[in-house]
């Protein structure tokens, strides 16, 4: 293959550009590398958009996390099953207000320094730091005094973790947390090492050379919104089980039909769909494949008692006429979506099954009669003749514009009420949310972590991210009385009394759990989709001839 | 000349001047937070994160601070990157920007010379016809759709030869820059032909056209040293803004073709308000856009002392 730099062009001749042009005509190359090389055991992928942030203390973004779960390691892990398994801890013992790890004396920095007890308590004490400003500090305020230190009221030498020796790490909890030591497979709770840290002063993580690597991949080269190549790790202590040798993401686009174009092309291995690129897919006779994110979208209200929706009867009448089959086989069309009936997603473990099995959700039919008098009463409780236009804050996406027309003409013909539709850029929209500036909002929340605690305390008093502005104490006496135990008994019995105030207070109108819909290259085997954390996870992949 | 170059520069500086604060005061006026991001966060850490972009002073005193960080060429790093300067932003991500839309340039003032003086010399007969239709086609076309129908061509091509003919996207060879350059050049180069072929038609009645004829120079001799080397001219003045507005115009055809260029950074920086580098690639921009105008008028300035003279 030729290789020219682009730069080489400004000492080219305008003769030779062409007799060039003509002669990289002639002599394409047929079949240049493709996607997938079984004998060397390289994948090509296309990055949906640069990675903002590899500084694991600090992101927060998917295609960061999805890198930082291929290049680090935390105390544990998934294995090849999705099962948490040992990662840079060898065993560990918890009890209800401790946790310790053995760290193994294998697990090596990709410089050869071995990973310590130290990287872990100067790494979480910087999560925590408020100078940090993580925005993801919260992951650690199970913690003692993580919240306290993360708020500047205690000094940093305060936090629950402690380095017995090089390879014991001592960890004293807030207060009993179940879901704790999966925490310690997320990317805000991987090791750093201090001294390289402060080595590369304020530019830690701004290029491939200013991480250290502790993970089963290094990344070889990154070249800023181009490309990223990630190489089998030779430092690794679990290097013998890693089959791949590169993950080479070559291409960085946001277009969902360039990439489609690319894995036609036999460019790419892997790649999602949308509505749009889903028809072509089809035409192309790929087989589609299917995955539910864990994300949940519902449309949230304003409990401000300034605003209407405050009203539980105005709220019960939008839910008794909303249909969330027919929401999902003709607004959202793409398959792999599921209808919203809880807070809670389906994938949610209970205490021995998925916690919608043992606690099945209400699913309200829509009844028109009912909701029309449901209606009526909420105007009377209100004092008003006619409900005002309600106001639709939502995100300017295609897929939420269509989903706010739908219910602008749903709710018009059935009820006949007004929704004002306000359409706003990402940043502006969050502006608003935070200001209380809207009556019903478009919005959807996805797992932090395993457990149902990442749902179920979202619309606490205290949570920020409660952005209506819900407050009953029965809820928020729930939540507490999760939090503070261990039994899986207790803590799912509190979630599913959650689930029934969710309902029947109307607090919000669970719409959709989102499904994505995605091709795969057939030779690749073992990549794992997962809904939190890594997604998706090459990690024990392998390409078969 | 001195005087008139030096004048000119002046009056450069400050239209950047006006531009880094039409930008600044726009930028802060959108509404939004930059800080907030989809999870929210303790009014310590929004806080802290405010202290660390400088923008928990008062809007002058920003102001003022920034001013005096970009006179040393200083834009700060950027708000989505974190730790990434703003100045490494736009010395990794322009070089590729420029070396497309020189290519795009080239690829359009050769074409819209070359059909330009066909469509004047077979006026009104069929070969004008079908390339004025063409060229009305590539101003009116939006270049994502011919971005987006340029790739399908080329993974169709690929197909049916199955071979890799040139690549579909991606950055890094010769080949990756073929396709995307032409898109890109497309729009200019139905603009370049239509100037080239009104001012060939102008020329074709100019005194010396006929003194050449009378003389009885064989016809390929007036086109090429006569009527082409005249009529050239109008388009060589368009082509330095043409040139500023390729290079940096680039946003849809970097995306659809995975281009590292800074297109990208600029659009997106304006989506979530990352101040550093909307003011940082809008100011470079803008500059690079008065330098381009600034030469061509001097340049002018040596070729007609007429316009030093107004």
């Known amino acids: 293959m030729l290789d020219f730099d682009f730069r080489d062009l400004e000492s080219m001749t305008m003769p030779k550009f062409f007799i060039l042009t003509l002669f990289l005509f002639a002599f394409s190359n047929p079949i240049l590398a493709q996607s997938v090389d079984a004998a060397a055991q390289t994948v090509k992928i296309a990055l949906a958009q640069e990675p903002p942030q590899l500084n694991n203390m600090t992101a927060t973004d998917q295609v960061s996390i999805f890198v930082l779960g291929h290049v680090m390691e935390g105390l544990t892990r998934y294995d090849r099953r999705g099962n948490l398994a040992p990662g840079v801890a060898e065993r560990w013992a918890l009890t209800e207000d401790s946790a310790t790890f053995w760290l193994r004396k294998d697990a090596k920095w990709s410089n050869g320094d071995p990973v310590t007890a130290h990287d872990f308590v100067f790494a979480w004490r910087n999560v925590v730091d408020p100078k940090t400003a993580s925005q993801y500090a919260f992951i650690l305020y199970p913690v003692k005094n993580a919240e306290a230190i993360n708020q500047g009221n205690k000094p940093l030498t305060d936090l629950g973790i402690e380095a017995i020796d090089d390879f014991t790490l001592q960890i004293t909890l807030e207060r009993p947390t179940g879901y704790f030591l999966k925490l310690t497979a997320f990317v805000t709770t991987f090791p750093v090492q201090e001294k390289f840290y402060r080595a590369t002063g304020s530019a830690y993580a701004a290029d491939s050379k200013d991480i250290l690597y502790n993970g089963a991949f290094r990344i070889s080269d990154w070249v800023h919104s181009a490309s990223l190549k990630m190489e089998k790790n030779p430092n690794y202590w679990n290097s013998e089980a890693i089959s791949l040798e590169v993950i080479d993401a070559e291409y960085i686009t946001a277009d969902t039909r360039a990439r489609l174009n690319l894995f036609i092309d036999d460019k790419i291995a892997y790649t999602q769909l949308d509505g749009e690129t889903y028809k072509d897919a089809l035409n192309n006779q790929f087989r589609i494949k299917k995955f539910v994110t864990g994300s949940v979208y519902f449309l949230e209200y304003n409990y401000r008692p300034e605003r209407i929706t405050h009203n539980k009867k105005l709220r019960q009448a939008i839910q008794a006429v909303f249909d969330a089959d027919e929401f999902v086989n003709k607004v959202l069309q793409t398959p792999g979506n599921l209808p919203g009936a809880s807070l809670f997603p389906s994938w949610i473990m209970g205490v021995n099954k998925p916690f919608r099995q043992e606690y099945p959700a209400v699913v309200t039919r829509p009844d028109l009669a009912k909701a029309k008098q449901l209606l009526q009463e909420a105007k009377a409780e209100l004092g008003l003749e006619a409900i005002p236009p309600l106001i639709l804050l939502v995100s300017d996406s295609p897929t939420a514009t269509k989903q706010a027309e739908y219910m602008q003409g749903m709710l018009k013909t059935k009820l006949d009420l007004d929704l004002k539709i306000d359409v706003q850029t990402f940043k502006q929209r969050l502006a608003k949310m935070t200001n209380g500036d809207f009556d019903i909002v478009g919005a959807g929340w996805g797992p932090d972590f395993d457990d149902i605690m990442t749902f179920g305390d979202l619309f606490a008093s205290w949570n920020l991210n409660n952005r209506g502005r819900y407050n009953n104490p029965e809820y928020d006496r729930l939540v507490r009385k999760a939090m503070n135990s261990n039994d899986p008994e207790v803590r799912m019995a509190a979630m599913a009394g959650l689930q029934t105030i969710v309902h029947e207070d109307a607090i919000i109108l669970p719409m959709y759990e989102q499904g994505v819909i995605y091709l795969q290259h057939p030779k690749i085997k073992g990549m794992r989709r997962t809904v939190v954390g890594s997604d998706p996870d090459f990690t024990y992949a392998r390409i078969v001839p | ?310």
């Open chain 2, 1 to 310: 000349m001195l005087k008139y170059t030096l004048g000119r520069i002046l009056s450069g500086l400050v239209t950047i001047w006006f531009i880094a604060t039409a930008t600044f005061l726009a930028m802060h006026a959108v509404p939004g937070d930059p800080l907030m991001n989809e999870k929210a966060t303790t009014p310590e850490i929004r806080e802290n994160l405010a202290r660390k972009y400088g923008l928990d002073k008062p809007i002058v005193e920003q102001y003022v601070i920034y001013l005096g960080n970009m006179v040393q060429g200083d834009f700060g790093i950027s708000f989505t990157q974190q730790n990434r300067k703003v100045n490494d932003i736009i010395q990794d991500h322009f070089p590729v920007s420029a070396a497309l839309g020189i290519l795009a340039i080239t690829f359009a003032a050769l074409g819209g010379i070359l059909w330009g003086a066909l469509t004047a010399l077979y006026r009104n007969q069929l070969p004008d016809i079908i390339i004025m239709f063409l060229v009305i086609l590539g101003i009116s076309v939006p270049s994502f759709v011919f971005a987006a129908l340029g790739q399908l061509l080329l993974v169709n091509i690929n197909q049916w030869f199955n071979i890799s003919f040139l690549p579909v996207a991606g950055w890094g060879t010769f080949a990756h820059m073929i396709v995307p350059s032409l898109v890109l050049g497309l729009g200019t180069m139905a603009l370049l032909t239509r100037l080239m072929r009104s001012s060939m038609l102008e020329i074709v009645n100019e005194d010396f056209i006929r003194t050449a004829r009378a003389k009885g120079l064989s016809p390929s001799r007036i086109f090429f040293q006569h009527q082409l080397r005249n009529a050239i001219l109008p388009v060589v003045t368009v082509l330095g803004p043409q040139i500023a507005a390729i290079t940096t115009g680039g946003f849809v055809v970097e995306l659809v073709f995975a281009i590292p260029g800074l297109g990208r950074y600029f659009v997106q920086a304006v989506q979530q308000l990352d101040y550093t580098v909307i003011m940082g690639t809008t100011v470079f921009y803008g500059a690079f856009l008065v330098f381009m105008v600034i030469l061509v008028d001097i340049i002018y300035g040596f070729i007609d002392p007429r316009v030093r003279l107004k």
